[in-house]
């Protein structure tokens, strides 16, 4: 059996006030891995509990090699299996990578959650649940989630619904009280979910993956650009920056030779100069091979920062985490390799 979240509220709702505060903090507060340990429930709710809402969360583990990272590939009810990825940056900062579907329609190239196909979206119990998993094995560890990227399988704002479900319970100090700054949400540029994510009461972050600066390279890159191209997915976080005054994340995937040049460095300014540069910042990634391209070497990585920094932009990198267990950006399949333990 495997946590069913989705349910809890239901069985929750005919109950006291008191009953439903109790049960939640035995999930969410407690951590309890089984209803057994909620003590303060009568015997029959456990009961029904329980069966109903098991909090058992079935997980294969792998840990890179300096334990920084680490990958869970959950199974969910129906046997499709979803992958979450903890990563321990340093002490007290613990930053976790949720799923939002199982697999991903978008078929980015160099991605191999795309290549895997799309299988189903994802409730809000089975994104919660990715949270939890990780905060009770943090527990363990005495320590805390700090940060919730969704950033894993899939693409989030096809999944708006429960994401944003997922993300107000993750959020909620009935929850797991991650705060809203903590918390981003990663889109490969669908507007809609951009327009939408503007008008909610919920201060999170947004991120949105560019990896090219003209429509022809990002089109190959990301066949998405060719129902939400550049300038379209630019107005709409043009328009997200003005209605929230929030600064937008740019994701910079670098390949060698493909989009790592000083000119497409240029372009890249250019292109946000035009629009409120001073509230987009661009985090440089490094790729994680995934057989299709090559990562930039480390001096195109730094002229194309020292670029962006000469026209005024924030320039952020993230590093190679969990590349050796195949739980980096663009690796997760959700299919079962070795490296679990
Ligand atoms: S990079 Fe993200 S949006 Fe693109 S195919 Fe992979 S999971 Fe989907």
């Not at 995937?253 to 790592?260: E, F």
Request: with cysteine.
């Amino acid at each position: 059996m495997t946590l069913c979240l989705d349910r809890l509220e239901e069985i929750l709702a005919g109950r006291p006030a008191y009953r439903a505060r109790q049960a939640r903090a035995a999930v969410f507060h407690r951590l309890c891995r089984s209803w057994e340990e909620a003590t303060d429930l009568p015997a029959d709710l456990r009961k029904l509990l329980a069966r109903q809402v098991p909090l058992e969360i079935p997980a294969r583990l792998a840990r890179s090699e300096g334990g920084d990272t680490v990958r869970a590939a959950i199974r969910l009810a129906d046997g499709e299996t979803v992958e979450t990825v903890l990563m321990r940056h340093r002490p007290g900062r613990n930053t976790v990578c949720v799923s939002s579907q199982a697999g991903c329609p978008l078929g980015c190239e160099f991605c191999l959650t795309g290549d895997r196909g799309f299988a189903r979206n994802l409730t809000l119990g089975e994104i919660a649940a990715q949270a939890l998993f990780w905060s009770r094995y943090l527990r363990d560890r005495s320590a805390r989630v700090s940060n919730l990227v969704f950033m894993g399988m899939g693409e989030p704002f096809l999944n708006y619904d429960e994401v944003l479900a997922a993300a107000r319970m993750i959020n909620a100090p009935e929850g797991l009280g991650i705060g809203a700054r903590r918390i981003s949400i990663s889109t490969a540029g669908v507007t809609e979910g951009i327009d939408r994510l503007a008008g909610e009461d919920l201060q999170i972050n947004l991120s949105i993956s560019l990896h090219a600066p003209d429509n022809r390279l990002r089109s190959r890159l990301m066949p998405v650009n060719d129902a939400y191209p550049l300038e379209a997915v630019l107005g709409a976080a043009a328009g997200y920056i003005e209605k929230t005054g929030r600064r937008v994340m740019v994701e910079y995937l670098l390949l060698a030779g493909v989009n790592d040049s000083p000119a497409a460095a240029e372009s890249l300014a250019a292109l946000l100069r035009q629009r409120l540069d001073r509230l987009y910042f661009v985090n440089l990634i490094s790729y994680s091979r995934t057989g299709k391209y090559r990562p930039s070497p480390e001096p195109a990585v730094r002229k194309f920062a020292r670029i962006l920094e000469g026209e005024g932009i924030t320039v952020t990198r993230r590093y190679r985490f969990g590349g050796g267990i195949s739980a980096a950006c663009g690796q997760l399949t959700g299919k079962e390799r070795p490296g679990g333990i």
